[in-house]
Structure formats: C-alpha cells, structure tokens
C-alpha cells in the first residue's frame, strides 16, 4: 500500500516561514517528487519538484522563497517555506507521478494572514 503523509502546516504572517515534510511508504518508484497546492475556488497547481538525484524546478510564484529537497535515506521530502504571502494560502499536497493519476497525500493547510 503507497501512502504519503505531509505534516507542517499551519497559521503564519506574512513574511513567516513554515517547512512542510512529505513521508512516503510503499513499493513505488520516486525518481521525481513534487509539490501541489489548491488555494479555496481555485485549481490545484504545481509548485515545485525534485528527481531523486536532487534536480529541482520552481513555479514562478514561489521562486526564490520556497526551497524543495529530499531524503532519499528516509524516503522523505520538504518544502521550505520563506517570506509567505497570502497568496500563499492553500492545502500543499505531495505528489508521486505514476500512472494517469500518480499518487497524492492528504494534503496539510497552509495560511498566511495578519
């Protein structure tokens, strides 16, 4: 059975920082790991991805504030998050590709507010 687990989320400023961890489990090839998030009324979007030898790819957004890595060793991986801003705001989900549909967590909340 794959299962991944985000955890970190939480309420912070704007200009706060949050680290957000995927843990993943299960008998599925990894060689890319990415980031999502789906702000309320929204698409889901991607926000960042990192193949197993640490490539890494940012969307616009978030370039130059978010930092994605992974653990191979521990089969996890995180998103650092600096200067937050509202905009911000969404449930962050980790994503395997695989398939049609890939893999997905269950997402954690995200909320950047004064």
């Known amino acids: 059975q794959v299962q991944l687990v985000e955890s970190g989320g939480g309420l912070v400023q704007p200009g706060g920082s949050l680290r957000l961890s995927c843990a993943a489990s299960?008998?599925?090839?990894?060689?890319?790991m990415a980031w999502y998030r789906q702000a309320p009324g929204k698409e889901r979007e991607w926000v960042a991805s990192?193949?197993?030898?640490?490539?890494?790819n940012y969307a616009d957004s978030v370039k130059g504030r978010f930092t994605i890595s992974r653990d191979n060793a521990k089969n996890t991986m995180n998103l650092q998050m600096n200067s937050l801003k509202p905009e911000d705001t969404a449930v962050y989900y980790c994503?395997?590709?695989?398939?049609?549909?890939?893999?997905w967590g269950q997402g954690t909340q995200v909320t950047v507010s004064s």
């Open positions: 990192i193949t197993r030898g640490g490539s890494t």
């Open positions: 994503n395997v590709p695989a398939g049609q549909r890939g893999y």
């Open positions: 299960g008998s599925i090839n990894m060689g890319v």
